[in-house]
């Protein structure tokens, strides 16, 4: 940190405590921690992946092999690490799968850019490199896809299914394979000749006590409240649902106001009043025919018994979320004043009833006519099973989804890696000078998808990389890993299929953060401790100065 010698003075640069490495310590700082978070996902890739425990300060378990899920809970503090977590949740926002594979192949390409690295390639001809073969590896990708569309039902469910494999729900795969393709078809809008789906409208609710079998989709909405009084009904067909976004009670003024009362008659009138007040909103609700309320905010007791007594089965403070899912489910407009509502207004389901699942009361809103928001109601033996089950379901609906919305799809088990990986060797034979080598590493680097696949399932990684490749070599780039045999089969054939976004995705972002970290040749790390608060270290934050 001290400069050169100034008349016998050191020169400080930066204060005492900072931390620095430069040139080659650095790269080879930042690749070793982003490797080791890439290695800590890859056991837990393809059918044969094994689960994390993760347990936090407080003690709770999680229990998964979702990339994601782990790479989030590990609480990584080193500033390259965190970018390859970065790569997974970006992954998980655009994809909702996948999240695994991208992590592993960001860790593989740093690999191979610090052996090109120790043989004095320049960090700028590695990423200049990689963004090349990226860039081929997309049209590479293209040209072996293949169309799907809304209406392939059976394909889409393969693609639910490869993405659900591995995952502990996997017994029931096909069952919640179902849900999650059904689901998706659902919601999805077509606008201007393109299908959108919005995952929000998907709610997922997750309620331990019995098997995962049992999980189903509802054709409308499920929503953790209780009705909210005991003399209301607790079942009612034909459904007519008012949502109403206003207090069913008395508002208090805005202003300070005093009611000056001095006599017992007063006060009785003025209780009157209010009663009447409140008897007149359920009369306006049940003018317009209306058997069933939500409110967003409370409703008072009164008014509630009044509910009560014409029939209405009433909710309150339900979410705004979950109002717009049921404005969306039922066909019905959240009114926000009551003077206006309307028999237009009105949503419709066929059914909405309470019933007690794992010891709470939920309303069911449910036999809806085309909802555009639906509920999948996710069951398990135990909470982490039901966690694990409903985090298979979010990769099954990531999946489906992008399926749909970009059209095209690969097949799985490590075949579009390895079918990329020969083309690209092939391309860079193209190139002179040092960027082939690059090009090289990167082909490479995406063959980690097959041979960790067969580590995975304790196949020999090189016998099963030398046959994929033989096969690829032979034009059979739908050829991938059969872990459960532990041969080389077709994909398409055996079912296993992935949507094209997802290996875009990763490919994208992980060579993305690989040249980010490569081209990083100085790590400042700035000192713990500021000088003001080394004599109130040992205290809790705050207690500085004044103890």
Known sequence: MNGQQLAGQPILVLPEGTLRSIGKDAQHNNIAAARLVADAVRTTLGPKGMDKMLVDSLGDIT??????????????????????????????????????????????????AETLLDQNVHPTIITRGFKIAAKKSLEILDSIAKDIKKTDKDLLKKIA?????????????????????EA?????????????????????????GATIEASELIQGILIDKEVVHSGMPKYI??????????????????????????????????????????????????????????????????????????GILAARRVKKSDMDKLARATGGRIVTSLSDISPQDLGFAGIVEER??????????????????????????????????ERAM??????????????????????AEEAVAIQLKKFAQGFSGREQLAILGFAEALEIIPRTLAENAGLDPINILVELRAAHEKGNYTYGVNVFNGKIEDMLKNGVIEPLKIKTQAINSASEAAEMILRIDDVIAASKMSKSSSGSQNLPQGMGEEY
Do not use: W
């Open 63 to 112: 229990i998964t092999n979702d990339g994601v899920t782990i790479l989030e809970e590990m609480q990584i503090e080193h500033p390259a690490a965190k970018m390859v977590v970065e790569v997974a949740k970006t992954q998980n926002e655009e994809v909702g799968d996948g999240t695994t594979t991208a992590a592993v192949i960001t860790g593989e390409l740093l690999k191979q």
């Open 184 to 208: 998706v078809i659902q919601v999805s809008e077509e606008i201007d000749n393109k299908t959108i789906i919005d995952l929000e409208n998907i709610k997922v609710e997750k309620k331990q």
């Open 237 to 310: 067909k034909n459904a007519k649902i008012a949502l109403i976004d206003a207090a069913l009670e008395i508002e208090k003024p805005e202003t300070d106001a005093q009611i000056q009362i001095t006599t017992p008659e007063q006060l009785e009138n003025f209780l009157e009043q209010e009663e009447k007040m409140l008897k007149n909103m359920v009369e306006k609700i049940a003018a317009t025919g209306c058997n069933v309320v939500f409110c967003q905010k409370g409703i008072d007791d009164i008014a509630q018994h009044y509910l009560a007594k014409k």
């Open 394 to 415: 979010e990769d099954a609906l990531g999946g489906v989804k992008s399926a749909i919305e970009v059209g095209k799809f690969v097949a799985g088990g490590g075949a």
């Open 356 to 389: 007690k699942i794992a010891g709470e009361q939920m309303i069911f809103v449910k036999e809806c006519k085309n909802p555009k928001a639906v509920t999948i109601l996710i069951r398990g033996g135990t909470e982490h099973v039901v966690a694990e089950a």
């Open 161 to 181: 299914m490869t993405a659900m494999t591995g995952k502990s729900a996997e017994h029931a795969n096909e069952h919640l394979a179902n849900i999650a393709v």
